[in-house]
């Protein structure tokens, strides 16, 4: 199992723009496919993004299709969640996870998960 760390939350008001990354503890650890979720206060935890092992798959929800992208720097063995356009109803934990694209899309299966990183969108 994978211990994931990501970075890059904060408080953003609306319009603005965040970048996640997430990477694995140990820095020489390559991630396969790669995912982001959300969890916003009082809902389910939600897919957001998901992106193949070499970056040439990727999918999205539709709530944040043409606002945010998921890309990924194997060098760096890190993955990234651009967040532009922010809407207050984009507040959310946001986690990353590493799993298959099946799994993260279809059924949030993952084997790693990280421990959450917080965006607040403010109007």
């Known amino acids: 199992q994978v211990q994931l760390v990501e970075s890059g939350g904060g408080l953003v008001q609306a319009g603005g723009s965040l970048r996640l990354s997430c990477a694995a503890s140990?820095?020489?650890?390559?991630?396969?496919?790669m995912g982001w979720f959300r969890q916003a206060p009082g809902k389910e935890r939600e897919f957001v993004a998901a992106?193949?092992?070499?970056?040439?798959?990727?999918d999205y929800a539709d709530s944040v299709k043409d606002r945010f992208t998921i890309s990924r720097d194997n060098a760096k063995n890190t993955v990234y969640l651009q967040m532009n356009s922010l809407q207050l109803e984009d507040t959310a934990v946001y986690f990353c996870?590493?799993?298959?694209?099946?799994?993260?899309?279809?059924?949030?299966?993952?084997?790693?998960w990280g421990q959450g990183t917080q965006v607040t969108v403010s109007s």
């Open positions: 992106i193949s092992w070499n970056g040439g798959n990727t």
């Open positions: 140990r820095r020489s650890t390559f991630l396969g496919d």
């Open positions: 996870a590493a799993g298959t694209m099946a799994g993260l899309i279809g059924s949030q299966r993952a084997g790693s």
